[in-house]
Structures are given as C-alpha cells and as structure tokens.
C-alpha cells in the first residue's frame, strides 16, 4: 500500500496559478500510473488528469486541457498538477491517486486506482 500526501493547495484568483504536489511512500512509485482528481462540494469526484509510471504519457479532462499540467519526478516519489489560467468552477478538493496495478497506461476511471491522499482544497476566486 503506498501512502499519499498532497500539498500546495489555497485561494487564488481567477486566472491565477498553484503547483500541486503529491509526495508517495511505502512501494515502488514508478512501476505505477498516478493521477489527480477532484471534487466540488454537492458533486462527485471527478477525473482531472493521468500520469503513466514512467511519465512518457499524460492524459487530461477536457476541463483541463492545456490549462493544467501533470507530472512527476520519479527520483523524489513526487507528483505535481501544476494549474494555470484557474477558474472559478476549478475550486475543489483536489486528491492524488495511484493506480491499482503495476505499469499500466492511461487510466482514469476512480476504481482504477487504489491509494489515495487526504486531498488538499484549492480555492479560486471571481
């Protein structure tokens, strides 16, 4: 089981930015796909965006895209969302996830992964 530990989140301005980061321990990080998603107060979490284990692919919302941007350093067992040009429907609870099995590619359905953080809020005013 891998634990998770996202930091980075607080309140910003529409069409301001935040860095996202999601800190792994206890297995092999990059043998895994991670992921980022969120979730509204009144709405289901949702997807934002995948990062296959070796990093060579990412996949995003079309909420997201090319706004939003997913990555890792697979030496620090670090995620991070890096989120430009945020709006006001960005604002959520954001959670880090790992995916349930090993060297897989572009998953993003939420029983796809098995580990998950304690979620961080992100706040974006009008």
């Known amino acids: 089981q891998v634990q998770l530990l996202e930091s980075g989140g607080g309140l910003v301005q529409a069409g301001g930015s935040l860095r996202l980061s999601c800190a792994a321990s206890g297995r092999a990080f990059s043998s895994y796909d991670m992921g980022w998603f969120r979730q509204a107060p009144g709405k289901e979490r949702e997807w934002v965006a995948t990062?296959?284990?070796?990093?060579?692919?990412?996949y995003y919302a079309d909420s997201v895209k090319g706004r939003f941007t997913i990555s890792r350093d697979n030496a620090k067992n670090t995620v991070y969302l890096q989120m430009n040009s945020l709006k006001p429907e960005d604002t959520a609870v954001y959670y880090c996830a790992g995916d349930r099995q090993t060297f897989r590619t572009g998953v993003r359905g939420r029983d796809d992964f098995g580990s998950w953080g304690q979620g961080t809020q992100v706040t974006v005013s009008s």
């Open positions: 990062i296959s284990w070796s990093g060579g692919a990412t």
